[in-house]
């Protein structure tokens, strides 16, 4: 029966340090930490190499549980597997222990509220884009080829696959 941990920071100007930490003080054997989005559960490597390694009677340990996924289904379909495994869910600063009833049900609360602040923060976003665009300054999203170097490439006879 080991505990591992799991940390994960948005984008790479975040720092992981205090979750690192907060693992460590938990007990955690093993920290797996990551940068990535966590609105979808793909792309997430280090969390889906955490839930292949997982045995029965191991717990899995996050500080908050919006570092395990910011959608109800993910995290629905993430403490679905680990209690088909026997693998325990925990967090740090909120009381949730999958081992529980009131854990359990504290934890689909607030997978809930993670799924509504991220659903208002793409609204938001939406709002900016279009009070932008309405003003003549939004621009989008910068390339990320550089079209002058596509053009040189198609003139010189290269063309994509």
């Known amino acids: ?9 948005s984008t790479f100007d975040q720092d992981l340090t205090l979750q690192e930490q907060a693992l460590r003080v938990a007990g955690c054997d ?4 990551e940068t990535a989005s966590g609105a979808h559960r793909t792309g997430i ?3 889906e190499t955490l839930m292949r390694f997982l045995r029965s009677g191991d717990t899995l ?3 908050r549980i ?13 403490v679905y597997e680990s209690k088909a495994r026997g693998v325990a869910l925990k967090a740090t600063e909120q009381p949730i222990d999958t081992r529980s009833a009131a854990g359990k049900a504290f934890l689909d609360m ?12 793409r609204e938001r976003q939406l709002d900016g884009i279009a009070l932008a665009k309405a003003r003549g300054v939004y621009r989008g999203r910068r390339p ?8 040189h490439l198609h003139a010189a006879g290269l063309r994509g696959c």
């Open 66 to 78: 919006d570092r395990l996924a910011r959608s109800i289904k993910d995290l629905q379909d993430i």
């Open 45 to 47: 490597a280090e969390l």
């Open 61 to 63: 340990i996050v500080t």
């Open 144 to 151: 990320a080829v550089d079209r002058a170097a596509v053009e």
């Open 30 to 33: 093993v920290i797996r930490a």
């Open 110 to 121: 607030l997978g809930v509220f993670a799924e509504f602040e991220t659903n208002l923060r």
């Open 1 to 9: 029966m080991a505990l591992y941990g799991y940390a994960r920071v």
